[in-house]
């Protein structure tokens, strides 16, 4: 959903006003009003990342669409396959090819031990249309969404992929999932408060960004 960012810089505001310890930063002059205005908007864009990156994936809504070419590791439609991401891809919503059972959120990385069992010639073992896998990998292309796997052949086809992206502002705006708008106002108060030393209130505003994420 789209924000206007000067709604948001007053309710970053608001959030500092009432959890600040250190007042003269405000009344002193060691921060005027023009330069806290530029700290606070550049903090928007970071917390929409922080928070939307680590964000339960039942918060998540919307996203944009990916997913138009597939690389097919043996036949169209049988195995597994791969998909180039976005330049701004940030983490994955929902991913479903159209034989799957059901679509998969939480995507494994390389790290993870059950990738390597991905490469398994048992069929048993790696991922398949009742039991899906996603991973998210590096490649020399860039970053990588692998599936495991298809089995109904030529007629497959991605049936849900979205993504959300890593957010900008343009003509004023921000892109935002809705349900976390307000974990990101708090966590960008949090960010401004501890660039500017308030530590105490920087801890307090993550707590509330934290528990607003619950």
């Not at 997913?67 to 330049?87: E, N, T, V």
């Not at 494994?108 to 073992?125: C, F, L, N, V, W």
């Not at 970053?143 to 900008?168: D, N």
């Not at 209130?201 to 707590?207: C, E, F, M, Q």
Request: charged share 25%; proline share 5%.
């Amino acid at each position: 959903m789209l924000y206007s960012v000067s709604e948001l810089k007053e309710d970053i505001r608001i959030a500092l006003d009432q959890n600040m310890t250190s007042e003269q930063l405000f009344e002193t002059g060691d921060i005027d009003t023009l330069s806290l205005e530029e700290i606070i908007e550049s903090k928007i864009v970071d917390a929409a990342r922080l928070v939307e990156g680590t964000a339960p994936s039942y918060l998540l809504n919307g996203g944009k669409a990916f997913g138009d070419s597939i690389s097919w590791d043996s036949a169209h439609g049988y195995g597994s396959g791969r998909i180039l991401l976005p330049d701004d891809f940030l983490r994955l919503v929902s991913f479903q090819m159209s034989d799957w059972d059901y679509p998969v959120t939480l995507p494994i990385t390389e790290d993870d031990p059950a990738y390597a069992m991905q490469r398994s010639r048992y069929p048993g073992i790696k991922g398949n249309p009742q039991r899906p896998v996603v991973a998210i990998t590096m490649q020399p292309a860039g970053q990588v969404l692998e599936f495991f796997s298809c089995m109904a052949g030529e007629s497959v086809y991605v049936r849900r992929a979205q993504y959300i992206p890593i957010r900008t502002i343009e003509d004023g705006m921000i892109d935002l999932c809705e349900k976390l708008r307000r974990p990101i106002v708090y966590r960008a108060a949090q960010l401004v408060a501890t660039s500017i030393g308030d530590t105490e209130a920087a801890t307090a505003l993550l707590n509330i960004s934290n528990e607003l994420m619950k």
